[in-house]
C-alpha cells in the first residue's frame, strides 16, 4: 500500500508524548485556523460557512488569537455579528393563548424551552458544524484509517505503536469500529493493552512513593503519571502542552 503524506505525519506522531491522534487533531485545525486568517478570511464560500455555523465553537473561537491576526477576527467576527443582528431584526414574541395545550404544558414543566421564543432561538442557533471542528474531524478519520491501513507489514507502524503512549480511549474505541481484519485487532488490542498496563504500573508506584515511608527515594518513570493517565482517559486538551 503506497505511502501518503497521513502514514509519516502519523509516525513522527507517535514519536510525541499523549496520543498521536490527538496531536494530529489538534494541529490539522490549527493549521485550518491559520490558512482562514492568512489566506481565505475575504472568501466568499467560506465566509458563509461561517455565518451557517454561528462562528466557531468555544475552543477554536479562542483559538483564533495569534500574532498578527486581529484584522482577519475582527473582520470575521463583524460578519457573524452581523448575520445574528439580521436574524433578530423582525424577532417577535409569540404569545400563546391562555387556554392552548402548550401554554398548559409548559405550566407543567418550567425547565422545558419556552414556546413563545422558540423561532428566535431557531434562528439564533447554528445551523452548521463548526468549521475548524469539521475540518479537524475529517482529518481524524484520515489518520485512524492510516495507523489500521499501515500497522503491519515491513516498516509498518506496530513498532511506533508499542513505543509511544498509545491512543486515548476516545480514539482507541474509534479505531475499534474501524477493524475488519483480526490480525489488525490482535495486534492493535496487545500493544494498547501493554502501554496501559505500564502506566498502570506508574501510577502504583507514584502512590507507593507517596507514602512517608518511601518519600525519600528517588523519582523515576512514574513523575507525570498522573498527567499521563488523564490523557489516556480524555485525550489531549485542547491547547496544552504537546511538546
Given at each position: 500500500?503506497?505511502?501518503?503524506?497521513?502514514?509519516?505525519?502519523?509516525?513522527?506522531?507517535?514519536?510525541?508524548?499523549?496520543?498521536?491522534?490527538?496531536?494530529?487533531?489538534?494541529?490539522?485545525?490549527?493549521?485550518?485556523?491559520?490558512?482562514?486568517?492568512?489566506?481565505?478570511v475575504n472568501d466568499p464560500e467560506m465566509r458563509h460557512e461561517i455565518r451557517q455555523a454561528q462562528g466557531f465553537c468555544h475552543e477554536h473561537a479562542?483559538?483564533?488569537?495569534?500574532n498578527g491576526a486581529s484584522l482577519g477576527v475582527a473582520i470575521i467576527m463583524r460578519d457573524v455579528l452581523q448575520s445574528v443582528l439580521n436574524s433578530?431584526?423582525?424577532?417577535?414574541?409569540?404569545?400563546?393563548?391562555?387556554l392552548s395545550l402548550r401554554r398548559a404544558r409548559e405550566s407543567l414543566a418550567p425547565g422545558q424551552p419556552a414556546a413563545a421564543t422558540a423561532e428566535?432561538?431557531?434562528?439564533?442557533?447554528?445551523?452548521?458544524?463548526?468549521?475548524?471542528?469539521?475540518?479537524?474531524?475529517?482529518?481524524?478519520?484520515?489518520?485512524?484509517?492510516?495507523?489500521?491501513?499501515?500497522?503491519?507489514?515491513?516498516?509498518?507502524?506496530?513498532?511506533?505503536?508499542?513505543?509511544?503512549?498509545?491512543?486515548?480511549?476516545?480514539?482507541?474505541?474509534?479505531?475499534?469500529?474501524?477493524?475488519?481484519?483480526?490480525?489488525?485487532?490482535?495486534?492493535?488490542?496487545?500493544?494498547?493493552?501493554?502501554?496501559?498496563?505500564?502506566?498502570?504500573?506508574?501510577?502504583?508506584?507514584?502512590?507507593?512513593?507517596?507514602?512517608?515511608?518511601?518519600?525519600?527515594?528517588?523519582?523515576?518513570?512514574?513523575?507525570?503519571?498522573?498527567?499521563?493517565?488523564?490523557?489516556?482517559?480524555?485525550?489531549?486538551?485542547?491547547?496544552?502542552?504537546?511538546?
Amino acid at each position: 500500500m503506497g505511502r501518503t503524506m497521513s502514514f509519516y505525519d502519523v509516525r513522527d506522531a507517535l514519536t510525541q508524548p499523549g496520543c498521536a491522534v490527538c496531536r494530529l487533531k489538534t494541529d490539522s485545525a490549527d493549521r485550518f485556523l491559520d490558512s482562514l486568517l492568512w489566506e481565505s478570511v475575504n472568501d466568499p464560500e467560506m465566509r458563509h460557512e461561517i455565518r451557517q455555523a454561528q462562528g466557531f465553537c468555544h475552543e477554536h473561537a479562542w483559538g483564533l488569537i495569534r500574532n498578527g491576526a486581529s484584522l482577519g477576527v475582527a473582520i470575521i467576527m463583524r460578519d457573524v455579528l452581523q448575520s445574528v443582528l439580521n436574524s433578530m431584526e423582525d424577532a417577535q414574541f409569540q404569545a400563546l393563548p391562555s387556554l392552548s395545550l402548550r401554554r398548559a404544558r409548559e405550566s407543567l414543566a418550567p425547565g422545558q424551552p419556552a414556546a413563545a421564543t422558540a423561532e428566535l432561538v431557531a434562528q439564533l442557533s447554528p445551523q452548521a458544524k463548526c468549521p475548524a471542528c469539521a475540518q479537524a474531524e475529517k482529518m481524524e478519520t484520515i489518520y485512524l484509517s492510516t495507523l489500521l491501513d499501515h500497522l503491519l507489514g515491513e516498516e509498518g507502524l506496530l513498532a511506533a505503536y508499542e513505543s509511544s503512549d498509545g491512543l486515548c480511549l476516545p480514539h482507541f474505541r474509534q479505531a475499534l469500529t474501524c477493524v475488519h481484519d483480526e490480525e489488525v485487532f490482535e495486534a492493535l488490542v496487545n500493544a494498547q493493552r501493554a502501554i496501559w498496563e505500564q502506566l498502570l504500573g506508574h501510577l502504583s508506584e507514584a502512590i507507593r512513593k507517596s507514602d512517608y515511608r518511601f518519600r525519600d527515594e528517588p523519582r523515576g518513570e512514574e513523575s507525570g503519571a498522573w498527567l499521563r493517565a488523564i490523557t489516556a482517559l480524555v485525550g489531549t486538551r485542547l491547547g496544552q502542552d504537546r511538546g
